[in-house]
């Protein structure tokens, strides 16, 4: 079992930026793929960033590309999300997930691919 807890979470202008961190307890973190997704009001669940459990390879939604950065940290147990140039739209509860994997070199995207979720952490960016 691994329990994930987001925060760093807020209001900013538009144009701010924000960085979220995400802990991870439990199992062992540095086999787990990471990724970050997102959900606006009345909106479904999509895909922002993810992070082998190695750190070697990213992959971003088309919206956040050369924006927001995912990192990750396995001696702290934890990723991250920094974020720039926000905007009004990228203003949703944001949830990081893990995914438990033996390639270390393997990212996933799709949100029925993650084993375990945190609680979310809210982003508003304000015209």
């Known amino acids: 079992q691994v329990q994930l807890v987001e925060s760093g979470g807020g209001l900013v202008q538009a144009g701010g930026s924000l960085r979220l961190s995400c802990a991870a307890s439990?199992?062992?973190?540095?086999?787990?793929?990471m990724g970050w997704f997102r959900q606006a009001p009345g909106k479904e669940r999509e895909f922002v960033a993810a992070?082998?459990?190695?750190?070697?390879?990213?992959y971003y939604s088309d919206s956040v590309k050369g924006r927001f950065t995912i990192s990750r940290d396995n001696a702290k147990n934890t990723v991250y999300l920094q974020m720039n140039s926000l905007k009004p739209e990228d203003t949703a509860v944001y949830y990081c997930?893990?995914?438990?994997?033996?390639?270390?070199?393997?990212?996933?995207?799709?949100?029925?691919?993650?084993?375990?979720w945190g609680q979310g952490t809210q982003v508003t960016s304000e015209p």
């Open positions: 997930a893990a995914k438990g994997t033996y390639y270390s070199g393997t990212y996933y995207v799709a949100g029925y691919e993650y084993d375990y």
């Open positions: 439990g199992r062992t973190f540095n086999m787990y793929a």
């Open positions: 992070i082998s459990w190695s750190g070697s390879n990213t």
